[in-house]
Structures are given as structure tokens and as C-alpha cells.
């Protein structure tokens, strides 16, 4: 197998948020594909964060996207100056007030969309967190902490109270990790 080789290429839209660039590519077959779209992000990072009750702190907000509320992990893009796990610790600060104690655990690092996204989301697990501020939302967010005790949190994506993919999955390896420690402190 070979990549495709660009041969062109072209911004119809950039800002700090995404961009969307145009590529004319060559395929190994030699066909040319014009105008392949790619969405260029931020890179994005998640955070399954527990309070000192076992509970699993939500943020529920207007998506434009779909149009209605998202139930999800604390989240957000990690800026050009920071690590993922700077941002995430500043997004758990400002979306929900609460500071981390210890180090978040990097849970893994994906691609969102290969096909068509060019950015990873990072994916955190922290247990030892503490209400120490007040939200500090930007001019468009208005954001409603929820707390759901950790072990119903499974419910709510049964039930699509859950639907954003990369919050199932960061909770879904929460689990799991937290599963690995018990199964290794007991050994």
C-alpha cells in the first residue's frame, strides 16, 4: 500500500477553532481526487473526573451541532502553548471549578476521525480532585455541573443520556482502568 500524494492544496475557511483545507491528491493508481476534504482542529482532550463520593462529574450544554443539550466529560482543545494534560487540568478549573490533587492519568490518545480530522483527543482519568473555584466559562458557554455517583454511569449510556463518543469511551476506559488497579492491589 502507498499514500496519496497531495499535489494541491488550499484553505476555504481557517480560524482558531478549525480550519477546512481542500486537497487535490494523487491515489497510488494515479487517479487524481480533487477536492478531499480535511478538517484541521485543535487537538482535544477529555477527562473522567471523580469527586471524594465516587461521583462522576458531567457537564451538561447547548451544542449547536445537533441542535440540543449534550450530557458530557469535562472537555475541551488544547491550546498551541500548553501539554494535553495543562489543558485538561485548565478545563476541569473552568468548566467545573474543581482542581486535580494528583497528576490526571492519560488513558490513551486517539484520532477522532482519521478519514477526515487531522487531530488526537486525549483521553484522562483523575479520582482525587476538589471543588476549589468558581466556573470561569467563556462568553458562549453556559455549562450545569452534574454529578452522577460512577457506578450508575453506565445507565445514563444505555439509556442515551450519553451519546458524545469520546466521553463512552474515556468512561469505558475509566472503568477499565479502575477495574486493572483493584484486580493489581489485591493480588
Known amino acids: 500500500m502507498e499514500k496519496w500524494e ?14 477546512l483545507r481542500l486537497d487535490s491528491c494523487r491515489l497510488p493508481t494515479g487517479a487524481i481526487l480533487d477536492e478531499y476534504n480535511v478538517c484541521e482542529y485543535p487537538q ?16 451538561k450544554q447547548y451544542r449547536h451541532g445537533i441542535g440540543d443539550f449534550s450530557l458530557e466529560l469535562v472537555a475541551g482543545c488544547v491550546d498551541s502553548d500548553e501539554s494535553p494534560t495543562d489543558a485538561i487540568i485548565r478545563e476541569l478549573h473552568e468548566e467545573a471549578g474543581y482542581a486535580c490533587l494528583s497528576a490526571p ?3 490513551g490518545k486517539f484520532h477522532c476521525n ?21 466556573q470561569k466559562l467563556d ?19 444505555a439509556s442515551g443520556a450519553i451519546t458524545q463518543l469520546s466521553s463512552v469511551t474515556a ?3 475509566a472503568q477499565e482502568y479502575i477495574r486493572n488497579e483493584s484486580c493489581l492491589k489485591g493480588a
Do not use: H, M
Not at 492544496?9 to 481557517?14: C, F, G, M
Not at 482535544?44 to 457537564?59: M, P, T
Not at 480530522?117 to 480532585?129: A, G, K, R, V
Not at 462568553?139 to 449510556?157: A, S, W
Open 44 to 59: 482535544w482532550a477529555d477527562i473522567v473526573a471523580l469527586n471524594d463520593k465516587k461521583e462522576l462529574i458531567l457537564v
Open 171 to 173: 468512561i469505558k476506559l
Open 114 to 134: 482519521p478519514a477526515r480530522q487531522n487531530n488526537f483527543i486525549y483521553l484522562f482519568f483523575c479520582d482525587n480532585i476538589c471543588k476549589k473555584y468558581e
Open 105 to 107: 492519568i492519560l488513558l
Open 139 to 157: 462568553d458562549t458557554e453556559e455549562i450545569e455541573v452534574i454529578y452522577i455517583p460512577f457506578d450508575k454511569v453506565d445507565d445514563l449510556i
Open 6 to 19: 497531495v499535489i494541491g492544496s488550499r484553505y476555504v475557511y481557517e480560524s482558531p477553532y478549525g480550519s
